[in-house]
């Protein structure tokens, strides 16, 4: 199964269904829409664990952000605050936001491949592969 790297507080977000649109600076590429992705959680620079497989999730669509104003008014689906200044708005870069259309969340972690790409790992050995809303 192909994983998808999302840091915390994040990747528990989308797992819990508080948080319905990843974002991100580029579109969803299409070969992964409608796919399940296992979920690798990454501590980012504040976090106190190895990266883990927490879940999967799945894709429907993406779309972009045309203006501040449009992706400050979409936070309660995105919920990445104004100040973020790693994954706020800005308007050097595109803003584009992923909808989730499926999540599960396992009850206990996975061990995320030593090897992983910047975003997308393949290979990840997911011992449950249930997709559940």
């Known amino acids: 199964m192909v994983g998808i790297n999302i840091q915390a507080p994040f990747a ?3 797992l819990s ?3 319905c649109v990843e974002t991100r ?6 070969k992964y829409i409608g796919e399940e992705l296992a979920v690798i959680e990454t501590p980012g620079k504040h976090g106190k664990f190895k990266a883990r497989i927490i879940g999967t999730i799945t894709f429907s669509h993406s779309f972009e ?3 501040e104003t449009d992706w400050e008014w979409d936070y309660n689906r995105h919920l990445v605050d104004p100040d973020n200044k790693l994954y706020g708005w800005n308007d050097e870069k595109e803003k584009h936001g992923w909808v989730v259309s499926e999540f599960f969340k396992f009850e ?3 061990a995320a491949p030593e090897k992983k790409g910047i975003v997308f790992t393949n290979d990840c050995d997911v011992h449950i ?5």
């Open 12 to 14: 528990e977000q989308l």
């Open 17 to 19: 269904g508080d948080k």
């Open 25 to 30: 600076t580029y579109k969803l590429p299409e």
């Open 65 to 67: 952000y045309l203006s």
């Open 108 to 110: 206990q972690p996975q």
């Open 129 to 133: 592969s249930i997709t559940g809303v």
